[in-house]
């Protein structure tokens, strides 16, 4: 109801005789929800730099240990010539 009430292609009162509500209320419904559009997309940052920086976490995680692999490859390499 609200999406259609930010659409604006029918009227509050179009609106409000379709869902059964009064008008006023899905004016305060749209209201806040504009008011408060900013904290969705917010939220969707927030979760995707975590998400980022798991990922470099597991990364580093991965070089650190190829990095010591490499190494113990190195030293069996020196011992065979």
């Not at 927030?46 to 240990?65: F, H, R, S, V």
């Not at 190829?66 to 390499?77: A, P, V, Y």
């Amino acid at each position: 109801m609200v999406l259609e009430a930010l659409k604006e292609r029918q009227t509050l009162s179009e609106l409000a005789v379709k869902y059964e509500v009064h008008a006023s209320q899905i004016s305060a419904w749209k209201g806040e929800v504009l008011q408060n559009m900013e904290l969705v997309f917010r939220a969707g940052k927030k979760k995707k730099k975590n998400q980022t920086q798991i990922n470099t976490e597991q990364l580093y995680a991965k070089i650190g240990k190829l990095e010591m692999e490499n190494e113990l490859l190195k030293k069996s390499l020196a011992k065979l010539d």
